[in-house]
């Protein structure tokens, strides 16, 4: 079946420092990608997508670009700010035909000042 | 603004007792999924919907009832056959798969 990996956390950095966090996956087909991020007590908010290989998805600062080769998406950012602080979500799906999503475990982040 | 709307916040739940989860959506979507996370383990699908009327197990669900008799709303019961109940419940939807999904902001049930 379809599964989803990330690097396991806690990540810890300094405020402006660069920040990537790790997120491979398997899956049948062409599947879209995701990266949700979830503050303290909330649901979890779309932080950015990418539908086809080679796409590259941003918002606020954050990148993922969709490696069909290594069956990654990596989140990146230049320069984290302490407000960055959640825990960061990489999720498929349309694997196979399904929108039923995957995620996988979550990847807490710690922005110190 | 569209948008999910999960209620209670907070919800307290004495041994034994059925307790309800409320989700409801103005967004028009069609697909409606349960959740639960506890802490370090991800999210869990209990429950989704596709349409009106028909709902499907996820991987999760003994437990738990769901229905879906209109599209705006999917109600989760928490029954006393569930050993475990304590966590943090989301309700989520979306309008297909390469959209994303809008989260609700969570009911966190606790079992006193």
């Known amino acids: 079946g379809d599964s989803v990996t990330q690097m396991e956390g806690p990540v810890t950095l300094s405020e402006e420092a660069f920040l990537t966090i790790n997120c491979t996956y398997t899956?049948?087909?062409?599947?879209?990608l995701f990266w949700y991020v979830q503050y303290p007590g909330e649901g979890l908010q779309l932080l950015l997508k990418?539908?086809?290989?080679?796409d590259k998805g941003s918002n606020k600062g954050f990148e993922a670009t969709y490696r069909k080769e290594t069956t990654s998406f990596h989140l990146e950012k230049g320069s984290v700010q302490v407000s960055d602080s959640a825990v960061y979500f990489c999720?498929?799906?349309?694997?196979?035909?399904?929108?039923?999503?995957?995620f996988g475990r979550g990847t807490s982040l710690i922005v110190h000042p | 603004d569209g948008g999910i709307t999960q209620s209670p916040k907070y919800l307290f739940r004495k041994e034994g007792q059925n307790v309800t989860l409320s989700c409801e959506q103005n967004?028009?979507?069609?697909?409606m999924y349960w959740y639960r996370q506890d802490p370090g383990q991800g999210l869990r699908l209990i429950y989704y919907?596709?349409?009106?009327?028909?709902?499907q197990k996820g991987d999760i669900a003994e437990g738990y009832s769901v229905s879906r008799e209109k599209k705006e709303s999917f109600p989760l019961t928490v029954t006393s056959a569930q050993k475990n109940p304590t966590a943090f419940y989301l309700c989520?939807?979306?309008?297909?798969?390469?959209?994303?999904?809008?989260f609700g902001s969570g009911t966190r049930l606790t079992v006193v």
């Open positions: 999720a498929l799906s349309g694997s196979g035909g399904s929108y039923i999503p995957t």
């Open positions: 899956a049948t087909g062409y599947p879209s």
């Open positions: 990418a539908t086809k290989a080679d």
């Open positions: 967004l028009n979507h069609d697909a």
């Open positions: 919907s596709q349409i009106v009327n028909d709902f």
């Open positions: 989520a939807t979306t309008t297909g798969g390469d959209y994303g999904y809008t």
